[in-house]
């Protein structure tokens, strides 16, 4: 039965463990109402509750969200995931998602990155206690441990944001945001927007 209160709040993942652990994160949050799980889309019309204002989605079952766009337009998704290269997440926000997920997240991150994303903002955790990966079809590696406000920047990089932009949006000085650019391209193993991009170019 779904909780009331707040705005609702759905997971989608194929684990019924993880989809429990999710929603007991949220339960008596008087800011969430928590409509349930389920592990698949095509089970999202058993839920109660009409459609989720957000949706925790496995990443893998990320496609077969975005292919029915009438049922989820409203619906702010944040992407679950066990795979945090490079070519993932810009993928992510290609799609329109509003975050993204590391399994790595610890609970109180995730808390704070729901409620973010209920306010309007986004939410990347790229799972900075992972070992370093080789970028996809680079043999680059890089170093995604980033601090939050590097994986905030990282976030406006990837949606092609000025750095003039990301210094409004931020309230930081432009030089500042340069600064903690050329640190996330560093960690990220790229020389600057232009091979990040080359390098997220999607395959064949």
Known sequence: MAET??????????????????????????????????????????????RPDVALVEYEQWPEVRGNRSYWSGTRVILYSRDNAPRSVVECIRGGAAGFV?????????????????????FWHLGADEPPQPAPDTG????????????????????????????????????????YASRVFHKVGVSGRKELFRMLRPCG
């Open 140 to 179: 680059v590696w890089g170093t995604w441990k980033l601090s939050g406000r590097e994986e905030e920047i990282l976030g406006l990089l990837l949606r092609r944001r000025s750095n003039e932009e990301i210094a409004q949006e931020l309230c930081l000085t432009q030089q500042t945001v340069k600064n």
């Open 5 to 50: 209160g707040g705005r609702g709040l759905i997971v989608l993942h194929s684990s019924p463990l993880i989809r429990k652990a999710i929603l007991d994160l949220f339960r008596g949050d008087p800011n969430v109402t928590v409509l349930g799980g389920c592990p698949h889309p095509t089970a999202v019309d058993a839920l109660p509750g009409g």
């Open 102 to 122: 590391h399994e790595s997240c610890p609970p109180e991150s995730i808390v704070k990155g729901l409620h973010d994303v209920l306010s309007g903002r986004s």
